[in-house]
Nanobody, 125 residues
Framework: MVKLVESGGGSVQAGGSLLLSCEFS????????LGWFRQAPGKKREGLVT????????TYADSVKGRFSIARDSDQKTLYLHLKSLKVEDTAMYYC??????????????????WGQGTQVTVSS
């Protein structure tokens, strides 16, 4: 069992930045991929970026490539998402997640078994 807790969301003006954190507890060795997703009101949950836990190799969605970046602590117990050049359309609930298997599509939420409760990001114009 793995528990994930996100933090760092908030309200920011367009063009601003935020740093989201996700703290892991439990048997993280049971997971293979760690990722960040978001869901805006009325929309499907969207995969933003995932990281292969063994190597740290990331995969970014085209929609955030160059603006968002993923990182983790050396102890692998905290995952970060740095959001830059934020746009109004980035407003959403942001979630971190962990996969217990090897996803065919690493950005597909259906492969992720463990989820945090989410942290809200609101971008105003």
């Amino acid at each position: 069992m793995v528990k994930l807790v996100e933090s760092g969301g908030g309200s920011v003006q367009a063009g601003g930045s935020l740093l989201l954190s996700c703290e892991f507890s439990g048997f993280i060795e049971d997971t293979y991929y760690l990722g960040w997703f978001r869901q805006a009101p009325g929309k499907k949950r969207e995969g933003l970026v995932t990281m292969y836990r063994a190597t740290g190799n990331p995969t970014y969605a085209d929609s955030v490539k160059g603006r968002f970046s993923i990182a983790r602590d050396s102890d692998q117990k905290t995952l970060y998402l740095h959001l830059k050049s934020l746009k109004v359309e980035d407003t959403a609930m942001y979630y971190c997640a962990a996969a217990r298997s090897y996803p065919i599509d690493v950005l597909d939420e259906s492969y992720y078994a463990y989820w945090g409760q989410g942290t809200q990001v609101t971008v105003s114009s």
